[in-house]
């Protein structure tokens, strides 16, 4: 117990946080279940639907496109009713989502796949718009950063479970080229395409059976209504941007767009450059990326965690995003089995970005956190935008691994934000 209240920041004081942070923290499971299940989905749904790079891309586009349009409208939804509202609502958008990927697999069709997955993520969102603050909250402001970082620990969870269940239950490891399709006969492509679309099926029942069942216990659990310390008086219209009158708001912004599309961009691809690179099967593909880069992601989270009491979190963001453009640079220059371990080492580094860049963000904006975090969710839209650059550039190269340039520019400007742009100042 006292490990947890060193990791968490917690005083035994506010022993009455304790249960709701771990009820809160388990969300953190479901959203990194979704986002890494998307390594697998898009060399799975390319040959099911028989897609390009860049189409393939459209699987991210239509994820991380329901952060952009729903974080506002969660955001304002928990300023409304309540944080525990939000939670149950998300839930609900989460599993209908997995449920409508049975008539999308029966249909074959990657438009249906498509609006599951944006109704699916919509849930998330709400899911994320919620808990990031929320777990600021539950306690005292200046331990807000390293009790994120931990509940992000259950978001390593699901990072590394995902794409080894994914990679086990969803994929087949059944790789046929232009060539050998062109070769069969037009019912036994038919027959392949379906028996690979089918096999998310079963995996995603199972996924909308627990996620109901964690909405039933959060329902009937007791989350207390958190105020945040430095509550203001002052009224603003509803869809104003005045939050950006915070400096660390507006970089905050700006850099979580580029991080999350470089953390998308890394590991979507992952099996495509496996293949390209070491000629690498798509279900050893999958393995490596979940045993070795998620669970490196999820160590990354809880050594984070404790390196954050020695080192500012700002500088400890700065030096990780200098790494990995090392790490990328590598892979994108070599052509051994080495330039695939140097990816596999990027998520490690990755591993505190989102929250402590949540965290500087919404530092010292009192009240205005609930709606400045919405637009930092918001940004989330990068990881819709950056993978469709990168697909592009892969689908006119030819080469997957090029397209990495992408990811390591975008860890310059997180970089940047750890070195300079995260110091508050408020523009009046």
Partial sequence: MNLFYQLTGYKKSEKAFIVPFILVSTLFFLWAFLHNTNPILIPHLKKACLLSDTQSALIDFSVYLAYFIIALPAGFFIRRFSYKSGILFGLFLYALGAFLFIPAASSQSFAFFLIALFIIASGATFLETVANPYITLLGSPEKGAQRLNFAQSFNGVGAFIAPILGGKFILTGVEYSKDELAKMSPNQVQQYLQSEANTVIWPYIIITIAVLAVAILIYFSKLPEVKNEKVTNKKEPIFSLHVFKYKQL???????????????????????????????????????????????????????????????????????????????????????????????????????????????????????????????????????????????????????????????????????????????????
């Fill in 250 to 428: 507006r970089w905050a912004v700006i850099t979580q767009f580029f991080y999350v599309g470089a953390q998308v961009g890394v590991g979507s691809f992952f099996i495509r450059y496996s293949k390209y690179v070491g000629d690498i099967p798509e279900k050893e593909a999958a393995y490596l990326w979940g045993s070795i880069a998620m669970v490196g992601f999820m160590a990354g989270r809880f050594i984070g965690t404790i390196l954050m009491k020695f080192i500012s979190s700002n500088k400890l963001l700065l030096l990780y995003a200098l790494i990995n453009i090392l790490l990328l640079t590598l892979s994108i220059t070599m052509h051994t089995s080495l330039a695939i371990y140097c990816m596999l080492a990027v998520p490690f580094f990755m591993s505190i970005m989102f929250p402590t860049i949540f965290a500087l963000g919404v530092e010292d904006l009192g009240d205005d956190a609930k709606l400045g975090s919405s637009f930092i969710i918001m940004a989330i839209v990068g990881g819709a935008i950056i993978p469709l650059f990168m697909g592009l550039i892969s689908d006119t190269t030819h080469s997957i691994q090029l397209s990495y340039i992408v990811p390591l520019i975008c860890f310059v400007i997180v970089a940047f934000f750890g070195w300079k742009g995260y110091k508050p100042s408020l523009n009046e």
